[in-house]
């Protein structure tokens, strides 16, 4: 549900915006991720944007985001702003260069970052079952079914074994 705003509460948001010619820059508290954050009440907090637009134009529509078409996610200013789904943001966010691919990618930059093997959550081999279903596979012809019994696994992971799909780090 989103918030109605008293006077008091109006006046304080817009005290914490610099108005230029360009941006409006939001000067108050700042997320991790460098948006603006504005304290409603007590225990409730939304980003300024979103505050920025409820006050100039009402409420955001369900499921809708808010947009910066200056790319500056500490602007504020009502003009900057739009409404797009989800697909508009990461659209948008592709045409900006924003988002993180191929060498840019955080699983190649940091990849002692990522979960392997055992660590990773969802993992149902163990580094030595893993050993098993190479070797076997390289002696010959491997039955998925029986090796994923005698190992208490699912067949699929098995097979994802033998053809590289998972496990690749110990090739």
Not at 75 to 84: E, I, K
Not at 104 to 131: C, I, K
Request: aromatic share 8%; charged share 25%.
């Amino acid at each position: 549900m989103q918030p109605q705003y008293t006077p008091a509460q109006t006046a304080r948001f817009w005290s914490k915006v610099i108005q230029s010619d360009d941006c409006w820059t939001w000067h108050g508290t700042v997320t991790k991720d460098g948006y603006g954050l504005f304290s409603v009440r007590v225990g409730e907090n939304r980003r300024a944007h979103r505050v920025a637009w409820e006050l100039t134009y009402g409420p955001i529509p369900p499921r809708l985001f808010i947009l910066h078409r200056c790319d500056n996610p500490l602007c504020v200013r009502p003009a900057h702003l739009f409404l797009g789904t989800a697909r508009d943001n990461s659209r948008d966010a592709q045409q900006k260069g924003r988002l993180a691919s191929g060498d840019r990618n955080g699983a190649r930059l940091h990849p002692e970052r990522l979960a392997r093997g055992e660590a990773h959550a969802r993992s149902t081999l163990t580094e030595a079952q893993v050993q098993t279903i190479r070797e076997r596979a390289a002696a010959g012809a491997v039955n998925y079914s029986a090796l994923a019994r005698l190992l208490g696994v699912p067949r699929w992971a098995v097979y994802d074994v033998v053809h590289g799909r998972t496990w690749r780090h110990l090739l």
